[in-house]
């Protein structure tokens, strides 16, 4: 991980890029301990991310599936912090992961291709550790900039429907399951609608279940 992160560093300064990869904050170094106490949970649904995954109430919503459902999302997580927690994940040996990250990556402004080599690497750990789990890659969700307050996020949703794209590729490359969940939450402008969210970033808790429904649609559940 050192010699990933140092390789980055200097493809970076080469390019007079900056590259932000820090993630362990106290609440990071505070759900991990969380996390490594638990038991592991065979043959379980697990939702990877950043606090758009923590927030969703994923096992009420699901409460009729014959899977454990975990919540392995932290809020302000990015794709360093998750490619680092990739073990605690991994251990519980899933039968699906759905990741669903992205957004501070881009609040950071960092450049695709460092977020698409971390998904990279957290695929294919995936898939050495754990083969017989199913990934899916779910799209990041755009912003509604007009209803954000913090500076980090001016400017920031104009960047996120060509992460998506490169997530698309990626996970064609790799061979895992890409799933557009964009289309229904955000308007024709590429916005996330008013409707959906209370401060321009994160959803409403009533947004999860039309989440769940089209991924039950889709028979991703």
Not at 18 to 26: E, F, G, L, T, V
Not at 83 to 111: C, H, S, T, W, Y
Not at 188 to 193: A, D, H, I, S, T
Request: net charge positive; hydrophobic share 40%; proline share 5%.
């Amino acid at each position: 991980m050192v010699a990933v992160l140092m390789g980055l560093n200097i493809a970076a300064k080469a390019q007079n890029i900056k590259i932000d990869s820090s993630y362990a904050n106290w609440y990071y170094v505070e759900r991990i301990e969380y996390y490594k106490k638990l038991q592991p949970v065979k043959n379980s649904i697990l939702f990877l991310g950043n606090s758009i995954t923590e927030r969703g109430e994923w096992e009420e919503i699901l409460a009729d599936s014959k899977y454990p459902i975990i919540n392995r999302g932290i809020g302000g997580d990015n794709s360093f912090g998750i490619l680092a927690r990739m073990d605690e994940v991994i251990r519980f040996k899933p039968i699906a992961i759905f990741l669903m990250d992205g957004i501070n990556d881009q609040f950071r402004k960092l450049p695709h291709d460092v977020t698409i080599e971390n998904y990279r690497k957290i695929i294919r750990k995936i898939k050495k550790e754990s083969p017989k789990t199913k990934i899916y890659i779910e799209s990041a969700l755009p912003i509604n900039e007009s209803m954000t307050k913090e500076p980090y996020t001016v400017g920031r949703n104009v960047l996120v429907p060509e992460l998506n794209e490169k997530i698309k590729e990626l996970a064609r490359q790799e061979g895992v399951t890409y799933i557009d969940i964009c289309p229904l939450f955000q308007d024709e402008r590429g916005v996330l609608k008013a409707e959906y969210t209370m401060d321009g970033v994160h959803l409403y808790p009533s947004a999860y279940i039309i989440w769940v429904n089209f991924l039950k649609e889709k028979k991703y559940l």
